[in-house]
């Protein structure tokens, strides 16, 4: 069964504390991609990486930290120095290049507290 | 930034009635995606537009990219409660920032809700 999962699908953490959500794609995608979505509004991208071992920073990278060490996985890790962090996290996935469709997993709706 | 201003922000249709979401751009679009997000789910993918003036239609969904390549639009005939969610749509570019890499960009989304 292909696709992207995201886990868990949904988390709290404390104010203060780093945390680490997970994606995962068995699609043999090369391109991952991390979104943040605040209610009403769209998707807004934080890292992305096209390739194992090489990511860049999007729109609103700060504090925010990622790796990409396999091709199937793309953690996304959100510090303490993140100041809004509480929001619905999206991972995406494609075939390199934008003009393949992005597959998007669940999501992961983070709550700090 | 390469950013895409998509309108309305919300819609309320009557069950039955037809819908229409608006994408705009002040610079040239190399191609335009249409995704849907239905209430606390994630986006899919619907379609990607690439040619000036170009129509593309998925039963009641019409879509279409403008011939100047600045606008599209997302038109639902006989709009159903299945219809209900969020549509977004994202061009792509290459991020300035980041050596040339391409990303996607959204729109804020037109949130659809039918009333029946």
């Known amino acids: 069964d292909g696709g992207i999962t995201q886990s868990p699908k949904y988390l709290f953490r404390k104010e203060g504390q780093n945390v680490t959500l997970s994606c995962e794609q068995n699609l043999n995608h090369d391109a991952m991609y991390w979104y943040r979505q605040d209610p009403g509004q769209g998707l807004r991208l934080i890292y992305y990486?096209?390739?194992?071992?090489?990511?860049q920073k999007g729109d609103i990278a700060e504090g925010y930290s990622v790796s990409r060490e396999k091709k199937e996985s793309f953690p996304l890790t959100v510090t303490s120095a993140q100041k809004n962090p509480t929001a619905f996290y999206l991972c995406?996935?494609?075939?390199?290049?934008?003009?393949?469709?992005?597959?998007f997993g669940p999501g992961t709706r983070l709550t700090v507290l | 930034g390469q950013q895409v201003m998509q309108i309305p922000q919300y819609q309320h249709v009557q069950e039955g009635e037809d819908f229409t979401t608006y994408c705009n751009s002040s610079?040239?679009?190399?191609?335009i995606q249409w995704y849907k997000q239905r209430p606390g789910g994630h986006p899919v993918f619907l379609i990607q537009l690439v040619k000036s003036g170009e129509v593309k239609k998925q039963k009641r969904l019409t879509f279409q990219f403008g011939e100047a390549k600045k606008n599209s639009s997302l038109h639902i005939t006989a709009t159903q409660t299945t219809d209900v969610g969020t549509y977004f749509c994202?061009?792509?570019?290459?991020?300035?920032?980041?050596?040339?890499?391409?990303?996607?960009?959204f729109g804020t989304g037109t949130r659809l809700t039918i009333i029946p």
């Open positions: 990486s096209q390739i194992v071992n090489d990511f």
């Open positions: 995406a996935s494609s075939h390199q290049g934008v003009l393949n469709e992005q597959f």
């Open positions: 994202a061009r792509s570019g290459r991020d300035s920032a980041n050596f040339g890499n391409e990303k996607l960009t």
């Open positions: 610079t040239t679009l190399s191609n």
